[in-house]
């Protein structure tokens, strides 16, 4: 029998884009504690939003191949607030034209330090 959603709440879909790495490590890290008992919720703040992992019970898990088997495992779940749409998760960083040049900006002013460095350094 699965565990219901939690009230106000909604699972993180695919439409939701990937799970960032650090959302991704500390439920983890939850489900991987044994001292942590089924149930437990924990908030994880992420940029524009604010998530929640709950750590639950699911009847099935993988193997070390990645094959689907059938037991009792712990597991993370993902959720998001109920109010946003499929597709509203978090979604990478738009780079916008200024942005873009002041990036390209720094890497080049990083660079021919770097260069004026070495250089300067050799000569002694």
């Avoid at 089924?38 to 940029?47: A, D, R, V």
């Avoid at 993370?76 to 780079?95: C, D, F, H, K, M």
């Avoid at 916008?96 to 330090?113: C, E, F, K, M, P």
Wanted: net charge positive; proline share 10%; aromatic share 6%.
């Amino acid at each position: 029998m699965p565990v219901p959603t939690p009230d106000g709440w909604r699972p993180w879909a695919d439409l939701d884009g990937n799970k960032p790495d650090a959302l991704v490590k500390r439920a983890s890290a939850l489900v991987a504690d044994q001292s942590v008992p089924l149930g437990t919720t924990e908030s994880f703040p992420l940029p524009g939003v604010v998530t929640l992992i709950r750590v639950e019970p699911q009847v099935w898990g993988k193997d070390d191949k990645g094959n689907l088997v059938q037991g009792c495992f712990r597991a993370g779940s993902v959720y998001l607030p109920y109010g946003t749409g499929q597709g509203a998760g978090i979604r990478p960083p738009q780079v916008d034209g200024w942005s873009r040049a002041a990036t390209i900006l720094t890497v080049a002013s990083l660079s021919v330090g770097t260069v004026a460095t070495v250089a300067s350094l050799r000569r002694k």
